[in-house]
Structures are given as structure tokens and as C-alpha cells.
């Protein structure tokens, strides 16, 4: 089954540390993508990969990093620099480089800090 | 600023009959619209899509509805069923067909619950 897996489902964490959230998708998507979900404000974009070894800031970069290093994986760090990182992040993928297609989304990881 | 806008945070309808959920924009650059719908806890999944060439694209229950110059789009669901109860998310991209990435801009979601 194709598909995009993200893990864990909940993460707990302790005000200050780092925290890596996985993706991996098998769809054999060009473009990778990280959202962060807060009630009431839809999905705001973090950061974008649209090929191995490259990837852009989104609209909400500050205190995030990310790295490409292969096609299917797409790994997530929350930094001790994100003021407000307890939120539900969702990974998302889309067949084209160019143009607009449809994003396929994993199911998301809800991080809490404590 | 919010380019995307789903003004009703929450929309009830009986089993049966029609949902109607909006969504307004304001950046004249967008020319291709999405709707997906989530449960709670896991990833939205894409429901219907129009590109700005098009007023209307319907698919079995789905037709999303856009009308450009009022710069509006709906969602209508008929019938409306309860397992259509979910979060409905509108979304927005520029230079569908260019050298964009795909860049999605959502709106904040309508909550729809379908009474039995």
C-alpha cells in the first residue's frame, strides 16, 4: 500500500529539548511538505522539500529545521527555540515539481511540550 | 493577513438533506482551489478541486462552486450523511500549471456535523 507514514502519533516532551518527528512516504512524490495544525487557525505551511538535498522556509519557519537527504524521507526538528511548539504537525506530498496537484497527507503527529 | 477565509466555524444539517460550506479569498493570484476534509487526529484527505477556468466541477455527492469575481467558493454535499461529519478545509494555490511548487494557502476549516 502506498502511502505516507508519520511517527509517533503522540510525542511528549520536556520544555527545552530538541525533537525529531518522522515522515516517509512510498508514493514516489518529488515534493515534501510540513504543516502545523492550532485550533481555529487551519493548516499553516513550516517548511517545503521539492527535491532531494533542497528545501525552502514556509510561512511559519522560525524554530523548525528540516533536511532531504533521500526522496521518500522528510524529518521534522522542533527546536528549544519554538516558543509555542505543542501543536498537531501533518507531512503532505504531491506527484509534480511544477503546477498544482493534490497534497497527500500523512496521519500527523500531536506534539505536547510540557 | 489571511488570504483565505472560511468565515462559519461550525455548520449543523439533518441526514439528507444539503451542506453548503463557504470560503472566500483575496489574492486575485489564486487560480486553483481545493477542498479536503479531516477527522479529528488524522490527515485531511482530498475531497474535489476547480481550477479557475472552471465555474463548477461535481463529483458524486461533491460540487464545488467558484465564482471569481465575488472571489467565493462553496462546498455542496447532497445528501448530506452522518459519516459526512468532519472538518472541511478550503485551499489555495497561484500559477496552477507554472513553475510554482504547489504551494497550498488553507483557510481555518468548518466544523460539519450531519445529524441522523
Known amino acids: 500500500d502506498g502511502g505516507i507514514t508519520q511517527s509517533p502519533k503522540y510525542l511528549f516532551r520536556k520544555e527545552g529539548q530538541n525533537v525529531t518527528l518522522s515522515c516517509e512516504q512510498n508514493l514516489n512524490h518529488d515534493a515534501m511538505y510540513w504543516y502545523r495544525q492550532d485550533p481555529g487557525q487551519g493548516l499553516r505551511l513550516i517548511y517545503y522539500?521539492?527535491?532531494?538535498?533542497?528545501?525552502q522556509k514556509g510561512d511559519i519557519a522560525e524554530g523548525y529545521s528540516v533536511s532531504r537527504e533521500k526522496k521518500e524521507s522528510f524529518p521534522l526538528t522542533v527546536t528549544s527555540a519554538q516558543k509555542n511548539p505543542t501543536a498537531f504537525y501533518l507531512c503532505a506530498s504531491s506527484r509534480r515539481l511544477a503546477g498544482v496537484t493534490e497534497q497527500f497527507f500523512g496521519p500527523g503527529t500531536r506534539l505536547t511540550v510540557l | 493577513d489571511q488570504q483565505v477565509k472560511q468565515n462559519s466555524p461550525s455548520l449543523s444539517v439533518q441526514e439528507g438533506r444539503i451542506s453548503i460550506l463557504n470560503c472566500d479569498y483575496t489574492?486575485?493570484?489564486?487560480?486553483?482551489f481545493l477542498w479536503y476534509k479531516k477527522y479529528p487526529a488524522e490527515g485531511p484527505t482530498f475531497l474535489i478541486s476547480?481550477?479557475?477556468?472552471?465555474d463548477k466541477n461535481e463529483d458524486g455527492r461533491f460540487t464545488v462552486f467558484l465564482n471569481k469575481s465575488a472571489k467565493h467558493l462553496s462546498l455542496h454535499i447532497v445528501p448530506s450523511q452522518p459519516g459526512d461529519s468532519a472538518v472541511y478545509f478550503c485551499?489555495?494555490?497561484?500559477?496552477?500549471?507554472?513553475?510554482?511548487?504547489?504551494?497550498?494557502?488553507f483557510g481555518q476549516g468548518t466544523i460539519l456535523t450531519v445529524h441522523p
Open positions: 489574492n486575485s493570484m489564486f487560480d486553483y
Open positions: 485551499a489555495a494555490a497561484a500559477n496552477a500549471g507554472g513553475t510554482s511548487y504547489g504551494k497550498l494557502t
Open positions: 476547480i481550477s479557475s477556468i472552471k
Open positions: 522539500s521539492q527535491i532531494v538535498n533542497d528545501f
